[in-house]
């Protein structure tokens, strides 16, 4: 007869169940930090869409303001300049900001701003990378 089979068979099982734990909590860990990642990329990407649809909309608000009958009339560089220093954890030289006057800057008018910004995730190979893109149209004021 072995020493094995003289071992209670409580202390048995715990001998052949010892790396289970080990394994099962490996396991768990990937999954959790799998979800807790893609929460951070999702919160990412929804900040980044809204920071998008604010720019557009403060920049279309300023080139409104500033027609070509205001004292300091906006231009495209002012208002890229304006959208990007709004840009707060985004990198300011990724925002991509177009402008165009409908058919001019003059009053009566309108202005559209389009922004869009890159989202790059940490999960890229399984998601791809997405853009961020917004629009907004105002009439123009001065």
Known sequence: MSDYSKVPVSRRRLRRSAGNAIVEFGLCFVVCMTIF???MEFGMGIFTFNFVS???REGSRYAAMRGSLSSSPATTTSIQTMVRNQAVAL???Q???TTT???NNTPGNTVTVNVSYPI???LGFVMGNMT???SSTMPIAQ
Do not use: K
Request: overall charge neutral.
């Open 37 to 39: 990642i893609a929460i």
């Open 54 to 56: 604010y720019a557009a």
């Open 91 to 93: 990198d300011p030289s």
């Open 95 to 97: 925002v991509s900001v």
């Open 101 to 103: 006057w409908n058919p």
């Open 120 to 122: 790059t995730s940490l």
């Open 132 to 134: 961020a893109r917004a």
